[in-house]
């Protein structure tokens, strides 16, 4: 029975990082969850872990819901209706998420050895 107490009130496993690019992959693509849990290297039958994140962070990604129709329009193009400075946004686009989620990464990892916030507090006054 201490078991169990103990594996509920444990932190997540995943790191903030891993829950943020999971998130994203809900937000911005069609796949289903078992698709973007094994993409994000998650065991099988995560999509219930899955859900659970986004019921509790859905409201940091409000912003994220408001862009999402531009983006899968964006995506659903025919590759040949597609502009060659399309495709060169387009491959910006997606080395600027990949840069953000690995700093955010290195963000995280610092401030976790460290024990150091690194992160501006929400609402400090200057």
């Given at each position: 029975?201490?078991?169990?107490?103990?594996?509920?009130?444990?932190?997540?496993?995943?790191?903030?990082?891993?829950?943020?690019?999971?998130?994203?992959?809900?937000?911005?693509?069609s796949q289903t969850l078992a698709q973007i849990a094994a993409k994000n290297g998650l065991p099988k039958g995560s999509g219930s872990m899955i859900?659970?994140?986004?019921?509790?962070?859905?409201?940091?990604?409000?912003?994220?819901?408001?862009?999402?129709?531009?983006?899968?329009?964006?995506?659903?193009?025919?590759?040949?209706?597609?502009?060659?400075?399309?495709?060169?946004?387009?491959?910006?686009?997606?080395?600027?998420?990949?840069?953000?989620?690995?700093?955010?990464?290195?963000?995280?990892?610092?401030?976790?050895?460290?024990?150091?916030?690194?992160?501006?507090?929400?609402?400090?006054?200057?």
């Amino acid at each position: 029975m201490q078991e169990k107490k103990k594996r509920r009130n444990a932190k997540s496993k995943y790191s903030p990082a891993v829950v943020r690019a999971v998130l994203y992959d809900v937000h911005t693509s069609s796949q289903t969850l078992a698709q973007i849990a094994a993409k994000n290297g998650l065991p099988k039958g995560s999509g219930s872990m899955i859900s659970k994140w986004v019921k509790k962070y859905s409201s940091d990604f409000s912003a994220m819901e408001d862009l999402q129709p531009t983006i899968s329009n964006a995506n659903y193009l025919p590759p040949a209706a597609k502009s060659k400075g399309e495709k060169e946004l387009q491959k910006q686009l997606e080395e600027a998420r990949c840069k953000i989620i690995c700093l955010e990464t290195m963000i995280d990892i610092a401030e976790r050895e460290l024990g150091v916030d690194i992160r501006k507090k929400s609402g400090t006054k200057q």
